[in-house]
C-alpha cells in the first residue's frame, strides 16, 4: 500500500509540473517591430534617405508625440539597432541621457529608441544588431556582366530610387508616426523584400548562383539579429519594442512569426 501511494504521489507531482510547464510555455512574449528610416546618413545602403532636420522643434514634438503612444505598451524592453558588441559603450550614453548630462544625436536609435526607454523607466537599451559584409556583391555584380543580366541592377535602381523619393514626399508632408505608419504596411514590407528576391536572386541562377548567395548575406545578417533578440528576451517579458531600419522588418517578421514563443504586434494596432 505505501508503495502504491508512493507512486500516485510521483505521478500526481508529475502531473503538476507538466501542467506548470505548460501554462509557462504557453505565455507569449508580445514584440513590436518598427521599421524606420535612418534619421542620419550612415552611407552604409546602396541607396539612402536624404533626410531633414531631426532636431527641429517640429521634429522633436512629433517624437514626443510618437514616444508618448508607443510608452504605453509598458514593454519592458527596447532593443535597437547597434552591434551586440557595442553594448557596454551605449549603456553608458544611456546612463548619461536619463540623468540629463547627454543630448541625444541625429540617430533614430536613440531619439526614438533612448527616449522611448526613459519613459519606460528602463535601465539599458538592448543592442541586438550583427553587421555582416554583403561578401557575395562583387561576384554578383561580375556575373550579371557575364550574363547579360546587368537590366536587372538597372531595374532593381529603378525600383529602389522611386522607394526612397515616395519615402522622402512622406517624409516633406507628414509627422514621423505617420510616415513610420506607411512604410510599416504590408505592401511596402514586401516592396523593400522584393528587391532581394525579384531581382537579385535571379543573377547567375543554374550556374554559380551569385545572387542568390548575395541574398544569403543580407539572410544571414537577419537570422543572427534574431537569434540575438530571441537569446535577450526572458520568461519575464510580456512586451519588447524592436526598431530596426524598415529593410529589415520583413525578414524579422517572418521568424518570429514562426517561433511559438512570440506575437507579433502590428504597428497599427498601436499607432491609430
Partial sequence: MAYIKTIASFLIALLFTTTTFGQESKQKTKILLIGTIHFENPHTDSFELIVGDFLSAKRQSELEDLTNVLSQTKATKVMIERPIGNQRSSDSLYHLYVTDHYKLPVSEREQIGFRLAKKLKLDQVKCVDKFYGMTHDSLMVASAKENNQLYLLEDLGTQ????????????????????????????????????????????????????????????????????????????????????????????????????????VVELHSILK
Fill in 160 to 263: 529602389a530610387k522611386a522607394m526612397i523619393n515616395d519615402y522622402d514626399d512622406q517624409l516633406k508632408k507628414g509627422t514621423i508616426t505617420e510616415v513610420l505608419k506607411y512604410i510599416n504596411t504590408p505592401e511596402e514590407l514586401k516592396k523593400n523584400l522584393s528587391i532581394y528576391l525579384k531581382f537579385i536572386a535571379k543573377i547567375g541562377a543554374g550556374k554559380n548562383f551569385a545572387g542568390a548567395e548575395s541574398v544569403s548575406d543580407w539572410y544571414l545578417r537577419n537570422l543572427a539579429i534574431y537569434s540575438n533578440i530571441i537569446n535577450q528576451v526572458e520568461l519575464s517579458d510580456k512586451y519588447v519594442v524592436l526598431i530596426f531600419g524598415q529593410g529589415h522588418i520583413p525578414i524579422l517578421k517572418h521568424l518570429l512569426q514562426n517561433n511559438d514563443d512570440f506575437e
